[in-house]
Structures are given as C-alpha cells and as structure tokens.
C-alpha cells in the first residue's frame, strides 16, 4: 500500500526574498510540515497558487490536506477594514487555500490546519478574526510572527477528534501569532482554549477537519503528542480510499 499523498500548498515569495534569485518569485515551505507529515506516514506533496485545476479536481488526486502557516488573510474577506499591523496579505494564496478547504470538507477529504490555515478555515465558513491581539486588551502574549513562539497550554474539550489525536485533555503548543479566531464560521465548533478565553483550536461535526492556532510541526519530532495530530491526518487519509485507483 502506497503512502497516502498529502497536499500543502506553498508560501508564495516575492521576487528578491531569496538571494541570488532578485529576479525570480518563489514558492516554499519549511521542512517541518514536510518531516512531520513523512514521520507521520504521509507522502508530503507541495502545491503551488494559482492552479489551472479547481480545488475539486485537485483533491481527487490527494488522500489528505494541511494548510501551514504564514501571513495574514485579508481583513477584506471577512469585510473589515486592514489594521496597521497586518502582514504579508497575499490574495492570490487566500483564494486558492480558501477554495481548498471548502472543496476538502465537502469531498470528505481529511485536514490539518495549521496558525494561519486554521483562520483561513474560520474565514472560508464565514468567521471571523481578531486582527492584533494586543490591542483587544484581554488576551495574553502569543507570540509574534516570525519571532521566538511562546509555548502555552491549550485545554481539549472532552470527546472532540483533537483531543483523540494527541491523546490527553491537555496540550502545550509553540504559538507565533498576532491575531486569533473571534466570531466561529458556520459548522465550526471550538475545542481548545487557552487560560485567557482565546480559540486554539476547531473541528467539524460533518468532516474531518481539525484546525488548530499554534504550531504542532515544530514540536512533532520530540513531543508525541503534536505528532499525534499528523499521525491521525494520516491515518484518516489511509483509511478513507478516496482517490481513484487508491
């Protein structure tokens, strides 16, 4: 039996982020989702925005779906006006993750979303998002992109896939982010909170989806518990036999 093929898709880079390519865009990811889902048993596939096939066409081809990390979406999808500290707004990824996942849950395609794919998610289903968590007032330090993450613990509702797949009521994530989840999208259901009362993590009732706001992949290789969540993506993608010829 073949590794069940896990799509991720790619940062998309600006000409001049990477040296000596001044003249050259890019698209990249960082070996920790990639390590975690092989790890997992997964076979990590690398997806590039903008696709010529739509997000159905290209789920049929893949058992599973992690969407990573990275910039913020645009306030403008959930139609608020941009605060100043928003970063790294890219429409061109929006568009293609936010098809994704939506293709994902209605083809019953299991996914993993992950800092910035778990608001994405909360977006794609109508949500919302708290766009500078320091200027809410109520909300401790979860780090700051690209910065050093602030590991904190995350309470697991009783019952929920999540708290399964790490296999303990309680876990504790390395977290880098400026915004977080405010109002939930439709059929989301919050399953992990931090001791000030923020959203860490979500799932849903008619699919497998878990979408989680701090970074299991940089813990994976010493903390089984954050493996476990790659090792359920991809034991759910094993099981599922969606692909044709799978």
């Known amino acids: 039996m073949s590794a069940p093929l ?7 880079l600006a000409p001049g982020r990477v040296s000596r390519w001044e003249a050259w865009a890019a698209a990249a990811l960082p ?6 889902v092989r790890r997992a048993g ?23 779906l992690v969407l990573a990390g990275g910039g913020d979406v645009d306030p403008a999808r959930y139609g608020e006006a941009t605060h100043s500290d928003v970063y790294g707004v890219d429409a061109v990824r929006d ?55 602030v590991l904190h613990e995350v309470r697991l ?3 929920s896939a999540l708290r399964d797949a790490v296999g303990g009521g309680v876990v504790r994530g390395a977290s880098h982010h400026h915004q977080g989840i405010d109002r939930l999208g439709e059929g989301l259901v919050p399953v992990g909170w931090t001791a000030d009362g923020l959203v860490e993590a979500m799932e849903r009732g008619d699919a497998w989806l878990l979408a989680v706001q701090w970074h299991p992949e940089e813990t994976a290789g010493t903390d089984p ?7 359920a993506l991809v ?12």
Request: aromatic share 6%; net charge negative; glycine share 14%.
């Open 31 to 36: 070996e920790q989702y990639l390590e975690a």
């Open 235 to 246: 034991g759910r993608a094993a099981t599922r036999g969606a692909r044709p010829g799978g």
């Open 95 to 149: 568009e293609f993750e936010i098809g994704l996942v939506r293709a994902a849950v209605r083809a019953r395609v299991p996914a993993l979303c992950i800092c910035r794919g778990a608001q994405v998610a909360n977006v794609a289903f109508g949500g919302t998002l708290v766009q500078h968590l320091p200027d809410a007032g109520r909300f401790a330090m979860h780090g700051a992109p690209l910065g050093e993450p």
């Open 225 to 231: 518990a954050q493996a476990g969540l790659f090792e």
């Open 157 to 159: 509702a009783e019952g």
């Open 42 to 64: 997964g076979r990590p596939v690398v997806l590039t925005a903008p696709d010529p096939d739509p997000p159905e066409g290209l789920l049929e081809r893949l058992d599973a």
């Open 6 to 12: 896990v799509g991720i898709p790619s940062y998309r």
